[in-house]
């Protein structure tokens, strides 16, 4: 069975560095043609995807975020970690990590794929 | 950057269909992923590249794609498909979502 489960802070300062942990189950991160993405979700609002890695350690980031965001994974420990700096109140959201099975797209010569496991997701406040 | 667009709410009477549209340009030319997420649960994939459904996702969910729009059907609808189901796409080597649907069923 392939479980993916998020762990860190449920609530962080602002201007502080946020760590989150997917740890993931029933698959290896050094499996060919495998990765994970970390999305987020605010208070009754829509999706929006922060980063991905996938088992040849290529990473992708929101062109938005991108200076704030770094991910890495630890395949001995079947982890996936995100780090995100100078948190911010907007910042406050449910934060996902999800499981993709890339695959080459010939006409745009990048790899896609859709999230076909999801973790249960993690609340994380950022206040004072 | 790439733009979804999804109407914020769709209404439906039980045993209807429901179609949800997420339109982007030329969105015909990439793969789509639908996602259904029921309050306080996390998202759940329902269709992928477009047209595909994943095991145990009923055959009631499909979808389509040609132009500057996708769609996703939902036949015989169920008080239980009742969600905020959210269209998917690659752009380049980013991820982009569309705001979101709520479908209620009436």
Known sequence: ?128 | SYVLTQPPSVSVAPGQTARITCGGNNIGSKSVHWYQQKPGQAPVLVVYDDSDRPSGIPERFSGSNSGNTATLTISRVEAGDEADYYCQVWDSSSVVFGGGTKLTVL
């Open chain 1, 1 to 128: 069975q392939v479980t993916l489960k998020e762990s860190g802070p449920v609530l962080v300062k602002p201007t502080e560095t946020l760590t989150l942990t997917c740890t993931v189950s029933g698959f290896s991160l050094s499996n060919a043609r495998m990765g994970v993405s970390w999305i987020r979700q605010p208070p009754g609002k829509a999706l929006e995807w922060l980063a991905h890695i996938f088992s040849n350690d290529e990473k992708s980031y929101s062109t938005s975020l991108k200076s704030r965001l770094t991910i890495s994974k630890d395949t001995s420990k079947s982890q996936v970690v995100l780090t995100m700096t100078n948190m911010d109140p907007v910042d406050t959201a449910t934060y996902y990590c999800a499981r993709i099975r890339p695959y080459y797209d010939i006409l745009t010569g990048y790899y896609i794929g859709a999230f076909d496991i999801w973790g249960q997701g993690t609340m994380v406040t950022v206040s004072s």
